[in-house]
């Protein structure tokens, strides 16, 4: 069974660009979520996406945005990236959306912003 | 204001012995508690929980302590293993573990020295 696969691992991009970021669950599940990692400040939960609609939100800009198609697949766009953006994003995949052990997360995706 | 904290960012430990991981918190409704794993380069993985209406859970080499009145929880690891050196975050809930009500801690390293 295929795991959570995030695509691309590593980005660079310069402030003031926009990036697209994408998710692709594990076969089956409809719930897929967004976190960004920093240090010292864990996993922010950014927001959540099921059956095509944003179930759940976190406490982040505008600027942070996402969607999810009819295969589950999910993609974050963050706009007009500041240097704070710089982080590592991660995506969780679950049947139902609830964290605990049927949740997977992918290795990530590791954006820094010049 | 953190509601989760792992005050300590690093931890070291010999190969064999006890690993200790801390968590505290400040929020009293939070009712459920979990640690995950993170390796680098890979994305956290499910763990160990507990529910606030225990006090004490235990799976393999891993048991998780919770002090309700201190706004404390624990992590042991025995004997700890070179691969249990990771990044650990702790981990809690209130009214269900959907991604938006969990809030994580800023993770602590556990480096286990052969």
């Known amino acids: 069974k295929a795991g959570v696969t995030q695509t691309p691992r590593y980005l660079i991009k310069t402030r003031g660009q926009q990036v697209t970021l994408s998710c692709s669950p594990i076969s089956g599940h409809r719930s897929v979520s967004w976190y960004q990692q920093t240090p010292g400040q864990g996993l922010q939960f950014l927001f959540e996406?099921?059956?095509?609609?944003?179930?759940n939100k976190g406490n982040f800009p505008g600027r942070f945005s996402g969607r999810q198609f009819s295969n589950s697949r999910s993609e974050m766009n963050v706009s007009t990236l500041e240097l704070g953006d710089s982080a590592l994003y991660l995506c969780?995949?679950?049947?139902?959306?609830?964290?605990?052990?049927?949740?997977?997360f992918g290795q990530g995706t590791r954006l820094t912003v010049v | 204001d953190q509601q989760v904290k792992q005050n300590s960012p690093s931890l070291s430990v010999q190969e064999g012995r006890i690993s200790i991981l801390n968590c505290d918190y400040t929020?009293?409704?939070?009712?459920?508690f979990l640690w995950y794993k993170k390796y680098p380069a890979e994305g956290p993985t499910f763990l160990i929980s507990i529910s606030s209406i225990k006090d004490k859970n235990e799976d393999g080499r891993f048991t998780v302590f919770l002090n309700k009145s201190a706004k404390h929880l624990s992590l042991h690891i025995v004997p700890s293993q070179p691969g249990d050196s990771a990044v650990y975050f702790c981990a809690a809930s209130k009214g269900g573990t959907s991604y938006d009500k969990v809030i994580f801690g800023p993770g602590t390293s556990l480096s286990v020295i052969p």
């Open positions: 996406y099921f059956s095509e609609t944003q179930r």
């Open positions: 969780a995949s679950s049947f139902v959306g609830y964290l605990n052990t049927e949740a997977f």
């Open positions: 929020n009293s409704m939070f009712d459920y």
